[in-house]
């Protein structure tokens, strides 16, 4: 059975890189394109990665991961941004991705991390 991933991503082409990307990975990819389309979609989870652009729409997804952690604890949650890491402005009330990829990134770079969290997840599931 397929990996199942989600994707909240606002620039369509770096969506279509990542769906090419995800599927090649194993990953059967659900995409979100608004933090309202991404609202929508967590109700279809669990998923096993979650992958969400820090700014949706020059906002900060803080909310939407706060949702996505109080709903699924254990889904690893990475945030890819294009901004510079000391300009990114964290909420320190609500909680943090996993991990933070930042752009233009390397394949090797998501495909360690996605590695790295989902095989982690798999062994605290199976405890």
Known sequence: MPRRALLVEDDQSLQIAMRYLMENLGFDLTAAETREDAQRTIENGPY???????????????????EMRRRFPRMPIICSTAARRESLQLDATLPRPDAFLYKPFEVRELRDLIDAFVERRRLIVSD
């Not at 990665?49 to 997804?61: E, G, K, M, Q, T």
């Open 48 to 66: 096993d990665i979650a992958i969400v652009d820090y700014y949706l729409r020059n906002v900060p997804s803080s909310d939407l991961i706060a």
